[in-house]
């Protein structure tokens, strides 16, 4: 059925705005010229964030290009023997590298398949990536979730976007680190590695194309004799080294005494600098850097109009309301205190279809649903991770946040997202019990 429906994921981004600038009109109350304005002026409201996206790609693609992390790699995919093992060794790597970061998880995931389909030719390879990329359902119930780390983040901008709900920080070990959700996050992982070593298939393995685990050659050649000054700088080990040290002494005084926290954009520093390092010369990672950068396109090209999607769901006409508030409005009239979490991370779910951002829900549903929470005596915790958990869920099946992954595994979007559709239902129906059993 995907492989039939689903479309490239630049036309899933054409037919997604179509589809909430239809829906924004009568719902909202809003004229088509609003609808295009709103549209209009958030298409460039990402242009950082996709910068990093594309910079956490390019950058991790070359750091795992250097021959010594190939090599670690290779040795680490050696392990599993069969494709079933191998299987679930991917989907567990993936998923625990994307709690403890979800850039560090998502690239590294899919670099660790490819690597293991090199030694495994003959393994279902959509499966093999769908399986990298499953792991990212965790991440925002993860030590880098947005939405948690956010409400632990004290100030006035906590108060404010709340609507005065919040007036002092809720601590991680309220939501992250939270019993219920610590279980909740080890109950989903042991089940979606389950449910992709069940899905292998019995007959008809697809396996991998040669073509699509073809590199292209990055090293500079040997200095030739009698070299000039500008080729002995472009091969000065001294030089990457020092800009290396520098930027990674920086790093761990951030990180350490700085009082930085572990977020995206220490992800791509990391990446950077000792992608830098481990290729030895500058010539070096620039190759391996232009060769990795081929990849970002979908990332440059996609952005924007997801940006405008989100423009379209958070702007506010003459009729005073947004098709986020009307959602969210839609989720608290039938709940009750039981209910209510569950509600919240199924509007959540159906919002991450057109704003697959972490920071665009809190925007969207931080206002209304901490007020209905606390008004129904939800405790502020559970209402935080319910949303955060509904952000990732259907991260599953928006073709969003496969990007990088697809880049480097050199696939489609519906090559993945069958398999991605039944993980779906399984990890819900969890997520749905655990949800309200905390309720309770």
């Not at 705005?17 to 295009?36: G, K, R, S």
């Not at 000054?229 to 080294?241: D, H, V, Y």
């Not at 509600?343 to 809190?362: D, I, Y």
């Not at 969207?364 to 209402?383: E, K, N, R, S, Y």
């Amino acid at each position: 059925m995907v492989q039939r429906w689903l479309p490239e994921p630049f036309i899933f981004a054409i037919i997604l705005t179509l589809v909430a600038a239809i829906l924004a009109m009568p719902i909202c109350h809003q004229t088509p010229l609003e609808v295009i304005d709103h549209w209009g002026g958030g298409v460039w409201n990402l242009l950082a964030f996709a910068m990093q996206m594309a910079l956490v790609l390019v950058c991790g693609s070359t750091l795992a290009a250097a021959p010594v992390v190939k090599r670690g790699i290779s040795a680490l995919a050696a392990i599993p023997k069969t494709p079933v093992g191998a299987i679930a060794l991917v989907t567990a790597v993936s998923a625990l590298a994307c709690w403890l970061n979800w850039g560090f998880g998502l690239i590294v995931g899919v670099i660790f398949a490819k690597e293991i389909a090199r030694k495994m030719p003959t393994i279902d390879y959509r499966l093999l990536i769908a399986s990298a990329y499953s792991g990212f359902v965790v991440w925002h119930a993860g030590l880098s979730g947005s939405i948690p780390l956010t409400m632990a983040t004290p100030g006035e901008a906590l108060t404010k976007a709340t609507n005065g709900v919040l007036t002092a920080p809720v601590p991680i070990s309220q939501t992250i680190l939270d019993p219920h959700n610590l279980v909740m996050v080890l109950v989903v992982m042991v089940a979606i590695v389950a449910t992709n070593c069940l899905m292998y298939p019995k007959k008809d393995v697809v396996s991998v194309d040669p073509a699509l685990l073809e590199e292209e050659a990055s090293a500079p050649k040997p200095l030739q004799d009698n070299p000039t000054p500008a080729q002995r700088m472009e091969q000065s080990r001294l030089l990457s080294w020092i800009v290396a040290g520098i930027g990674l002494v920086y790093l761990v005084y951030h990180l350490g005494w700085g009082g930085g926290s572990f977020d995206l954009g220490s992800v791509i520093m990391l990446f950077l600098f000792l992608g830098l390092l481990l290729h030895g010369t500058p010539l070096a990672y620039v190759r391996a850097f232009t060769q990795a950068s081929k990849g970002a396109s979908g990332i440059i090209l996609q952005f924007p109009f997801y940006a405008g999607i989100m423009g379209i769901i958070t702007g506010v006409g003459a009729s005073g309301i947004s098709f986020g508030t009307v959602l969210a409005d839609a989720c608290i009239s039938i709940s009750n205190a039981t209910t209510y979490p569950l509600l919240t991370f199924l509007c959540a779910a159906v919002l991450n279809m057109f704003v697959p951002s972490g920071g665009g829900h809190w925007a969207i549903q931080a206002p209304i649903m901490f007020a209905a929470g606390a008004d129904l005596g939800v405790d502020p915790g559970l209402t935080g991770t319910a949303i955060a958990w509904g952000d990732a869920w259907t991260n599953l099946i928006q073709p969003f946040w496969a990007i990088p992954a697809l880049a480097i595994a050199k696939l489609d979007a519906k090559d993945i997202m069958g398999f991605c559709l039944v993980d779906l239902v399984v990890t819900g129906i969890v997520i749905c019990g655990g949800l309200l059993i905390w309720a309770m």
